[in-house]
């Protein structure tokens, strides 16, 4: 069977298809199987509906299974086409899988709001949101196959039952591969929607739930898994860029005719913030890029210093100019002037970089007309399936055609469209030739887009028993939901909360970085919940069991993980255990042991264990591998990583300025235990990341009686922490 290409027009599709292939209707997310044998049906359909296909099943017994979501090592490959494969009885080892069309109005995903489809891989929103679509799309592909046997058989369908891509009618003893149905395969009159009381019981599930090979695997071992940056098409030149390290700058090119007579370089394209360069080859742009002599203007992020700007942050905190309320419950109020104690504290964390290992890059081939172009790209998508393109050229969305790629990480970067939309503005000025745009380590990190800076002051109040009576959290920052997100406190049982963010710009570029507001959020209210139980000689677990103790699944996560960390057992000498929950989407309980070199301030996790809860787990050694990737990021970003500005310049470069974490600073063990459930899956790619800095502190203030409030916990601020 030839391959299905996204962009395909209905006549090409009824060309190119054998065997059978399932179609979903823009009307609904319901799908309908077809066999590609019977025309007559294909018309009907497709005179009905704008389609395309989610599986193809062929005579040998193949199936090809569509996966909508990004691939960056989440394994939504594996996980998606796992939950349909597993409604279908589909035997899993002759199941491939693909890459879909990018079209949102079919495959996008209704589970991020009423009404809207959207092909947006952030959010840890994947799974949770495709489980029933996959599911239902699965059951009635299964229960097509077993119509058409019943025909064929004229055997009731109750009758029939199937396991492994197998029809079985017990009485007559007989049996039918899928791949054999393919012959006479028709469409019953009436298709049941499968609500979720039809579908399968999750504790019958053959597959989901189970030890699993990941699907992307194989090829990314033997290098045969295409990434953008792997592309290569006829006649294709390079572009880059040079963008400055001052967000905002307007650039005056000084040497424009030195420049174009560089070698082989084709055109220059003056951008409002930077200079395009197009040459004939990779090596060619960035020599021409390094002799450019630019004249910057100033812009809003001149003059910005990252550090000195905490005390700016810390006037609008103690203004009395009030903010954005995000959340009002009770009186805190009355809660402060009732209350036996009261505790204030300035959390604070530094910009930090997203660090994915492949560069950002993509490749766009416009026609000569510029009325269509292809996308070659390793793209989260976004609201916009077409990544911007559209709007660029004035054509039709229906003219763009994205070729999905692997990623090669992404952190919630590859979910902005800055690099998609430029590579798109070079080749409509090389149309026809296709342009493949690279940023280098030094762009991304002089020009990213970073987790914004933010100060968190915490007021807690206790009453005459020691429980928390009353907790306000300010936020200050830049980025709305990037910085005022993650302060949802639903599971403790405080009565009294209250949630405000102040806005604060500074002209910086700002994005979505891995757990978005948790991380610097959670840490603040953890941080706060432990410098409580601290003052008042409590045992941390101990004081956030009660505080937990109307959120049955969230205090289940806090006992779990006080089990398998021997939390009760004190650790050897020179080291500390502290402990984090964190909600989001799923819910995570975590513990870890430090150890502290007093002399450099050098901090060490040695140990970090998890329990987690997040529903139906679909893929058991993917979520494991996940909370492991998510804690060791957690680890780099809350030791080592921090981006700088001084006078709105960036101070870090590469690398060898930008610290990551390095083998030889990873745990000796991470831990994760998964609590079994039969509820709606949920994510787990966040879940981790944000627990890590606060679970670090805590055990910090264990180990030293002493105070971490200001991320990231470098030597120096180690050190200054020790001497307080």
Known sequence: MKELKSGFSRRDFLKSTGGVALFVGVSGILPQLVSCSSPEKIKEVLAKHPITAWVKLTENGDITIFNPASEMGQGSMTSLPLLFAEEMDADWSKVSVEFSPQESEIYGSPGWSPGSKLMFTVGSRTTNSYYMTMRQAGAQARYVLLASVSKKWNVPISELSTSKSIVIHENSNRQIEYGEIVSFLQMPENLPDFAEDKLKNPKDFEWVGKKINRTDIPDKVNGKAKFSIDIRL?????????????????????????????????????????????ASSIEDALAAKKILSIDWSDSKASGHNSQEIYS??????????????????????????????????????????????????????????????????????????????????????????????????????????????????????????????????????TYGAYRPLSLQRIEANTDQDGNVSGFSHLVVGDGGNLVASGTNNSHYNIPNQFVEW???????????????????????????????????????????????????????????????????????????????????????????????????????????????????????????????????????????????????????????????????????????????????????????????????????????????????????????????
């Open 312 to 445: 700016e942050y810390e006037k609008i905190a103690s203004s009395s100019k009030q903010g954005q309320v995000l959340e009002e419950k009770g009186n805190v109020k009355q809660a402060k002037k009732i209350a036996s104690k009261t505790y204030q504290a300035d959390f604070k964390n530094d910009y930090i970089y997203h660090a994915q290992m492949e560069p950002l890059n993509a490749v766009v081939k416009i026609s000569e007309d510029l009325s269509a172009a292809d996308v070659w790209v390793g793209s989260q998508q976004g609201f916009d399936t077409k990544l911007g393109v559209p709007a660029i050229l004035g054509i039709d969305p229906k003219k763009v055609t994205v070729h999905l790629q692997y990623l090669g990480g992404g952190f919630g970067r590859r979910s902005m469209n800055d690099f998609v939309e430029e590579c798109a503005t070079l080749a409509k000025e090389m149309a026809p030739l296709p342009v493949k745009l690279i940023w280098t380590r030094e762009d991304d990190l």
């Open 234 to 278: 006829p006649d294709m030149v390079y572009g880059v860029i040079e963008r400055g390290n001052v967000h905002g700058s307007k650039p005056t090119l000084l040497n424009e005719t030195q420049v174009l007579a560089s070698r082989g370089v084709l055109k220059l394209i003056s951008l409002e913030y930077g200079i395009g360069i197009v």
């Open 502 to 724: 102040r806005e604060a710009s500074n002209g910086i570029r700002l994005k979505h970085w891995r757990s978005v507001g948790h991380g610097p959020n959670k840490f603040a209210i953890e941080c706060m919940l432990d410098e409580i139980a601290h003052d008042q000689g409590k045992d941390p677990i101990q004081f956030r069991k009660s505080l937990l103790s109307n959120s049955p699944r969230a205090l289940a996560t806090l006992e779990k993980v006080e089990q398998i960390s021997n939390w009760n057992t004190p650790s050897e000498s020179g080291r500390a255990k502290g402990v984090a929950f964190v909600e989001h989407g799923s819910l995570g309980s975590g513990v870890c042991e430090i150890s502290l070199n007093r002399e450099s301030g050098k901090i060490s996790v040695h140990n970090f264990w998890v329990a987690l809860d997040a529903g139906v787990i679909v893929h058991p050694d993917n979520v494991k591998a996940q909370m492991e990737g998510g804690i060791m990021m957690g680890i780099s970003s809350a030791l080592k990583e921090q981006i700088t500005i001084v006078d709105g310049k960036v101070q870090q470069s590469n690398f060898h300025d930008y610290q990551l974490l390095r083998m030889e600073d990873i745990p000796d063990q991470i831990e994760t235990e998964l609590i079994a459930s039969d509820m709606h899956p949920e994510g787990v790619g966040e879940t981790a990341t944000p627990m890590v800095a606060c679970a670090i502190a805590n055990a910090f203030l264990a180990l030293t009686g002493k105070k971490l409030r200001h991320l990231p916990f470098t030597p120096e601020r180690v050190l200054e922490a020790l001497k307080s």
